[in-house]
């Protein structure tokens, strides 16, 4: 088995079909199946001659791109371990990552290997190889000709790893094997209807994996995604006047900017939007709705992707008083490849192994809240050097679970609502009150981004700009508010010191330009 021979059976299927496509004008560029198939052999092969053999770790710093997707699929063929980290989270970071799993190789486009001068650990790397230009003392990856067959490895061999930020604790590594992956496309292909005649504006690199895997052509923004509700619009524009994208799956950040920015009929050729990766408020999935797209909002973790989905149009008017009483924010039914569970909330203690008979004692009644779990095929059983594991994975009769570390319920129907991180809850003898309880119900009841944090073991609402903070307050009276704040009124110290819905204030602080 290897997973890139699911992008050889589209290439097989399909040779002339668009796989990736790339800038806009006459810096537009094709990569069609039949060339990734044979770039990823070329790949596969030059990496091969520099001594790598199947099991060596390949650390890669190339942004979101067709080379991106040419490496990858030369690594995967090869049988090596793709790494792949996030360069924003600063030197040490990348220093602590390289010493967890030392890389055997380097391979980056010409400015990341300005690292090298910056960071030893990077510097010592025993192959550097640069895509997509020239850095002194490393290899052209592209350089070179031959082929190398699909080198075969069985499903439990190691395809991918990706590190946390490490910002909440130490850094871990997830592990995903070839076997995670090809049960990770499967999932998400049927969650988000991947087919062949699709063409998606690519914005998760996760899902461009399950793209090319399912045949469907991948239109990459010509901009920087980095901070998602603040990218250059014009260009993406041009790219879906151009390409006429039928489908993308995104941030709410992105949609949102996607939307403002967009002119009336301009997202016309969308038949489908999915939105993830942050919570998806319902006003955002109806706006989606009148610009003429089916609209989805998509659950899932690092570990566990997809979990569940919720299709707009099965929101009820029932379903939005629960919101904005507190309930919680809906987020729809798991989807076929999961199996997922609500049990007590007991977050931060370790817990089993447990027997079957065990661990459905702790299983939560439908409508209770509690910490969800799940387990499938494609949930990250554990993470390197068993780092994590404790706190993160539950034995269960030889079945692994994963802690999401999210606090929800399971409604009678069998349909998931959120409620926030359980880390970030406050908890009062009287009362437990999670942060999206409150967000999702301001959402609901003023236009104003609002987001909930405790300060000193205060219960606060951070409020962006003019708004009628009284009646805020008054709106979520369930919730045993301390006070209701503007933005800039809490200073930068509490800030850094609340015990906060991080990816809520992150946004909150973006919108407000503070």
Not at 51 to 62: E, Q, R, T
Not at 157 to 165: G, N
Not at 257 to 266: K, V
Not at 377 to 384: A, D, R, S
Request: hydrophobic share 45%; charged share 25%.
């Amino acid at each position: 088995m290897n997973v890139v021979s699911l992008f050889q059976a589209q290439a097989d299927a399909q040779p002339d079909a668009p796989a990736l496509i790339e800038g806009r004008g006459r810096h537009r560029r094709v990569t069609t199946f039949a060339e990734l198939e044979a770039a990823s052999s070329r790949g596969a092969a030059r990496l091969h001659r520099l001594g790598l053999v199947p099991g060596d770790a390949v650390f890669l710093l190339v942004p979101l791109s067709a080379d991106l997707y040419r490496v990858l699929a030369s690594v995967f063929r090869a049988g090596l371990v793709a790494i792949v980290l996030d360069p924003s989270a600063g030197r040490d970071h990348i220093a602590r990552c390289c010493a967890m799993r030392p890389p055997d190789a380097f391979i980056g486009i010409p400015k990341a290997h300005l690292l090298r001068l910056m960071i030893p650990a990077v510097r010592r790397i025993p192959r550097q190889l640069v895509v997509g230009g020239w850095a002194p003392g490393a290899n052209r990856f592209e350089r070179g000709e031959g082929a190398l067959e699909l080198v075969a490895v069985g499903e439990e061999a190691p395809a991918l790893l990706t590190f946390t930020s490490g910002t909440t604790g130490q850094s871990k590594a997830a592990i995903r094997t070839h076997g995670i992956l090809a049960a990770q496309h499967a999932a998400l292909s049927e969650a988000l209807e991947l087919g062949p005649g699709q063409i998606d504006l690519a914005t998760l690199p996760v899902v461009v994996l399950a793209s090319l895997a399912s045949g469907v052509t991948t239109v990459l923004p010509d901009t920087d995604l980095r901070q998602p509700g603040a990218f250059d619009t014009g260009p993406v524009l041009e790219q879906i006047r151009a390409e006429r994208p039928t489908r993308t799956a995104a941030s709410p950040a992105f949609i949102e900017r996607l939307l403002e920015a967009a002119d009336p009929g301009e997202l016309a050729s969308f038949e489908r939007i999915d939105m993830g990766g942050a919570p998806v408020f319902p006003q955002l999935l109806g706006r989606v709705q009148e610009a003429g797209a089916q609209a989805f909002g998509v659950y899932g973790s690092t570990e566990a992707e997809p979990i569940a989905d919720l299709l707009a149009s099965s929101l009820t008017e029932t379903g939005r008083d629960q919101i904005r009483a507190g309930e919680g924010l809906p987020v729809g039914r798991p989807v076929p490849h999961v199996d997922v569970r609500v049990i007590r909330d007991r977050w931060g203690e370790p817990l089993g192994p447990f027997s079957d008979a065990e661990w459905n004692q702790l299983e939560r009644a439908p409508g209770a809240v509690g910490e969800i779990v799940v387990a499938g095929e494609h949930v990250v059983p554990g993470y390197l050097d068993g780092i994590g594991d404790l706190e993160t994975k539950v034995e269960v009769d030889g079945r692994r679970w994963h802690r999401t570390g999210d606090a929800g319920r399971l409604d009678a129907d069998g349909r998931l609502w959120l409620l926030g991180r359980c880390a970030s809850a406050s908890r009062r003898p009287d009362s437990v009150i999670y942060p999206l309880q409150v967000e999702a119900a301001l959402s609901e009841l003023t236009d104003a981004r609002a987001a909930f944090l405790e300060v000193d073991g205060r219960r606060i609402v951070a409020v962006e700009g003019d708004t009628d903070l009284r009646a805020i307050r008054e709106a979520v009276a369930w919730a045993d508010l301390d006070a209701v704040e503007s933005i800039e009124q809490i200073p930068r110290d509490r800030r850094h010191n609340a015990k906060v819905d991080v990816p809520a204030l992150r946004a909150l602080l973006l919108r407000s330009r503070v």
